[in-house]
């Protein structure tokens, strides 16, 4: 048989130059993201033959540590509550309808109100411009904004607050990246901002990072000579914080939408940790990985860094390995909270036998010392226990107990003062171990549903102390020098102004705003004389509920009320009281001015008169004439009566002078509207009677 090869078609001659040209004008028409998606498929490809060259079989892997090597990348991959996951990819989904020109599908009204946020505003962004992720480290809060970023479309631009502190960092790198838009430099993605550690931003002032941070959020209308329009926020901004209430925070958390984070839960992180542990080689128990979940309490990158340290000198993992190793330990302080907690609910018994070491013998001091001295906070833990211990239901409630516990706060108190005052900060070491009785006098499971809040008394009461002590400074600087001389700061708060308060309260018993007794007219000349050198006065102000009151100022009615109780020596204040007390010094305060104000051809003598008269009498010898005030006849309201003139004339038939006519008086027609109130009976008078 024979057989003929068969012979190959000639191909035409390829043009190199045509064909370059070519694949050049291809690249210019391929976006730019899948580009870039194929320079990265070709450095693996070469990464992947590099590692698999025979010159290269006897070294060493390059080390890689396990947080990085097996932390999520999809959305299904994360841990923790899928309920927090879910809110903040909504939360980001709010930003559609501003950055990608989408519209949200609609959502009902209940839906919307359920946190309390409102969904968005007309601008298409949300109320909350800033969403806040609180919780403990390794929760994986950085790694869930990453995540649902890219998810959403978004290229992060992820920024460390504790090392980028200043103003300028937001002014430059933060806005240069939000105002840049989709670039290339952002691969035809918009940016969103992923701010880490943002509690560690500390420092106070305008200049501040988190001052800055919220300018550039705040939507600050433009200046209308300038015509430059309003740059409002249009790109989402993610701050990630462990500590919720660092008072670095205070000013952000009105404008951040805060969504805390707690801890996953255990069996989901044993088996995620199991896996991990069956890829790298490594044998562990269940009972062994679960002391390792409790003893890091949930954190995920404690525990992987934990088994990677032991994977380096053994293939098994032991509760002794894990006892040895320092790698998975907390490397931040324990929150308020966690130390509250500790100090006034006991652990149960399933979480003794969980906890390594048990501590079934109720050797505990050790671990609250512990947790006290992570915490640091000694002053603010000791007065949020102090603030919070009548609410408590400790299993012995007797006196002698709360006395043995004040006897540690006492002792407390005096190696805090030791420390503060003489700086002897060898006694700190003993500090933590006074704050610990309160777990051997309190702790009871009861207390379990009876969290501690953060303390509030002793700001409050530091605030007002400030105004107390505004009111005593200003009434001092009102009070002759006499008196002045004679009351100190101490013996006017205690003994001056009680009295004074008894003083100024009569029992006046006004009838339609007026005084009818002598008695009570001459208590309420005395009062006037008393309280216009002193400098207090009622003024006309108005209550919460819109009824109107008169305000003493200064207020030191403050000083005699106590949680809105009186002294009962002391008479109830009423309107009518003080609008008749304020009436009068009115009243003589212009009578003062209008005798001080007249001149020579008045009846009154000035001041500066007075003293000229003085004066030259002392120097001639002879007295001074002193004329006696001629008292003014008053009508029942109060109204000067005109005196009667008796002038003589021609004696008629019975030789007795005769009065002279009264002289036609003008009057002139004067309305008002509205104005007081009378309870007198009121009857229809025609303009005629008046003219």
Known sequence: MVQFRRRNRPRAPVD????????????????????????????????????????????????????????????????????????????????????????????????????????????GTPARPILLLSGPPGYGKTTLAHIVARHAGYRTLEINASDDRNAATVTTRIKNAIDAGTGLGAEGRPTCVVIDEIDGASGGGDTSFVRSLIKLIQDVPAKPKANIPAKPLRRPIICICNDLYAPSLRPLRPFARIVRFRKPQAQVLVARLQDICGRERLSADLQVLNSLVELTTGDVRSCLNTLQFIKSRSSVVTTEAIKASSVGTKDSGTTLNTAWNGLFVPLAAKQRRKVIGAIDDGRYADRLAFMVQACGEYDRLVQGC?????????????????????????????????????????????????????????????????????????????????????????????????????????????????????????????????????????VLARLVDLMIPLGLRFWQDKQEDGQPMMRLEPAIDVFVHYDGKRAGDIVASRFAVRQLVSQAMDAEIARRRGQGDEGEGGKGVSTAEFLAQQYTAAKTGQPAKAEAPVAQATDFFGRIKAPSKIV????????????????????????????????????????????
């Open 16 to 123: 190199m130059a045509h064909a370059r040209a070519k694949e050049s004008f291809d690249l210019l028409t391929t976006p730019l993201h899948h580009l870039m998606k194929e320079v990265d498929e070709i450095k693996s490809r070469k990464a992947e033959q590099d590692r698999s060259a025979p010159g290269t079989k006897g070294k060493a892997p390059a080390t890689t540590m396990w947080v990085d090597k097996y932390r999520p990348t999809k959305f299904a991959d994360l841990l923790g509550e899928e309920r927090v996951h879910r809110e903040v990819m909504t939360w980001l989904k709010e930003w559609d309808k501003c950055v990608f020109k989408r519209v949200p599908p609609k959502k009902r009204k209940a839906d919307d109100d359920a946190n309390g946020y409102a969904v968005s505003l007309p601008t």
């Open 386 to 522: 102090f603030e919070h211990y009548p609410n408590l239901k400790p299993l012995d409630p007797s006196f002698r107990n709360i006395c043995r516990l004040h006897d540690w706060v006492a002792y407390y108190d005096r190696l805090s003062g030791k420390v503060a005052e003489n700086m002897e900060f060898e006694l700190m070491a003993y500090l933590p171990y006074a704050v610990v009785p309160w777990h051997s006098h309190f702790a009871a499971p009861g207390n379990a549903s009876r969290p501690t809040e953060w303390p509030k008394a002793d700001y409050e009461s530091y605030q007002a102390r400030l105004a107390n002590e505004e009111v005593t400074l200003s009434l001092k600087s009102a009070l002759p020098p006499v008196l002045r001389s004679l009351f100190s700061s101490t013996t006017t708060l205690t003994e001056l102004i009680p009295l004074l308060m008894r003083i100024i309260s009569p029992p006046l018993k006004p009838v339609n705003a007026n005084i009818v007794k002598p008695a009570e007219r001459a």
């Open 648 to 691: 003589e004339a021609p004696a008629g038939a019975g030789g007795e002078p005769t009065l002279p006519k009264p002289a036609a008086k003008r009057f002139r027609a004067v309305y008002k509207f509205n104005e007081g109130s009378s309870a007198a009976v009121r009857t229809n008078v025609k303009m005629g009677s008046l003219m």
